[in-house]
């Protein structure tokens, strides 16, 4: 029985404004492109780069750009298919229609966690930028991890049109804070100012140990941390069902996120390891901090700082409301509780925001127990959701590409390049990723150590939903659609 997305709302949208899911198109061009680039730069690069740096040195931009580029490659994957149907669901509807029921339900939830766990990385990231300032260090690290998540709550309650604003905003102000570290960073190499009483240039690396000063193990090891900075990419893909018009739009967004990651990310680490030794970088602050703190500019520090945290905001936003939909979809195929396909008037998914938060709530409370181990600790279990998710993306892009083969489904304008042999060798990249993650212990190897456990709850899940039924969505029609029937065909209904 056909289920309405929401009732009782004071104004309905007109019929061509609406997907068949129920949710508004009010994302344009330039707010799909911010939320590509808020995808591509996140905490994962203003904070979790000082601890790499300060794990592998130098070689954390050789680490940036392997990943990089296979990030891309799920990328265009996931594009591929969003360009054949966009879809809030996203890789849950494509994994649904081209893998079946059950694996739909696996990537669904693995998302799920991913998400729910980059949501508690982001409240402690909040939290540690917060006790930068000295009037604040004696706050305890929990008070910020709540506050920051009541704030992004509020953001996510309200129509997309208005979050798209937001993470508009929000991503102007990342990337214009790494353009201006970018242009003083350069300069200051390219006229040889010194930093910190060290002469820049290239010396810095290789008078402090060279490219890889810990060998190459610890910077093999590092990519499943590495992979947690590339994290919201998939994001783009839900975006593209809230979009006007996402199949002009989504190319463009897509392909400017190889540049993205080249810039942002390659050349950051190039950029301050030269202007710094790689030494002077530490866990727990962000490098970016550290290198304006070193050149004695009052109140720079300060004001990058309130820049990473609204980074860390951004972030723990746009996960907010990439997992709200991704459990909508769930529910609407009858994988998850139904009350997740709840939305209210505004066409928000409330019930699986609500869902989500819940569940950051658990890292608030790590936050007040172990607040020197949170990040790293939720850091682990991020990084298997996403290794999964990603899978799932791949998984599904190769049965569509077979099912073109088959005259089963039309192909898309925008094909991965490669494939499917980039499809399998990104596969294997994800599957080198889970040996890898297995080889750090503890963390790690611990992680990996529990996979059963999780597989176990995942099989308790699937006997408890696999005989519910989908939600059948009511049909969209455009209003000069239904006039035509109304006229050709008076009395029906």
């Known amino acids: 029985m056909a289920t309405p997305a929401h009732t009782d709302a004071p104004a309905r949208p007109l019929a061509s404004s609406v997907t068949e899911e129920g949710y508004h198109k009010g994302l344009g061009r330039r707010q799909v492109q911010m939320i590509a680039i808020s995808g591509a730069i996140g905490t994962g690069l203003f904070l979790g780069a000082g601890s790499r740096l300060q794990a592998t040195g130098p070689a954390l931009a050789i680490v940036y750009l392997v990943c990089g580029v296979f990030c891309f490659l799920i990328l265009r994957a996931l594009g591929e298919l969003a360009m054949y149907r966009p879809t809030c669901g996203s890789f849950v509807s494509y994994a649904q229609e081209f893998l079946g029921d059950r694996a739909s339900y696996v990537a669904g939830w693995m998302s799920f966690l991913s998400w729910a766990m980059t949501g508690i990385v982001d409240i402690t990231a909040v939290a540690l930028y917060m006790q930068f300032w000295a009037p604040f260090a004696a706050v305890p690290q929990w ?14 309650m309200v129509g997309v049109k208005y979050f798209g604003e937001m993470e508009f905003w929000f991503s102007l102000i990342k990337v214009a804070a790494l353009a201006l570290f970018l242009v003083v960073g350069a300069v200051l190499l390219g006229l040889r100012v010194p930093v910190a009483g060290h002469a820049t240039g290239l010396h810095l690396i290789t008078d402090n140990g060279g490219i890889f000063p810990h060998g190459v193990l610890p910077a093999l090891v590092l990519i499943q941390g590495v992979v947690f900075a590339y994290s919201g990419i998939e994001m783009l893909g839900t975006a593209a069902g809230e979009c006007e018009n996402a199949r002009e739009i989504l190319p463009g967004a897509i392909n400017s996120v190889i540049w993205r990651i080249a810039l942002f990310y390659v050349g950051s680490v190039v950029l301050l390891v030269c202007l710094l030794p790689w030494t002077a970088y530490r866990a727990g602050v962000s490098p970016f901090v550290t290198f304006f703190q070193a050149l004695g500019v009052p109140g720079v520090d300060t004001a990058m700082n309130l820049v990473v945290l609204t980074a860390a905001l951004s972030s723990l936003n746009s996960g907010l409301y990439s997992t709200a939909r991704v459990l909508r979809a769930l529910a609407l195929g009858g994988s998850a509780p139904r009350f997740l396909a709840y939305m209210n008037r505004q066409s928000v998914p409330s019930a699986g925001i609500f869902l989500t938060v819940s569940i950051y709530l658990v890292g608030v409370v790590l936050n007040y127990i172990v607040p020197a181990q949170v990040f ?18 791949l998984a599904s892009q190769i049965a569509y590409r077979r099912a073109v083969a088959r005259g089963k489904a039309p192909p898309s304008p925008f094909r991965m390049p490669g494939a499917p042999v980039t499809s399998w060798l990104t596969l294997g990249f994800l599957a080198s990723v889970l040996v890898l993650m297995a080889l750090d212990y503890p963390d790690g190897t611990l992680t990996v150590a529990l996979s059963p456990i999780l597989a176990v709850l995942m099989v308790i899940g699937w006997k408890l939903v696999r005989n519910k039924p989908p939600i059948l969505m009511p049909e969209t029609v455009p209003s000069i659609e239904l006039t035509r029937r109304v006229l050709e065909h008076p009395g029906q209904p």
């Open 143 to 156: 008070v910020f991890a709540l506050g920051a998540l009541c704030v992004v709550t509020g953001m996510n």
């Open 376 to 393: 790293e600790i939720v850091l682990n279990i991020s990084a298997l959701g996403i290794v999964s998710t990603w899978g799932f993306i």
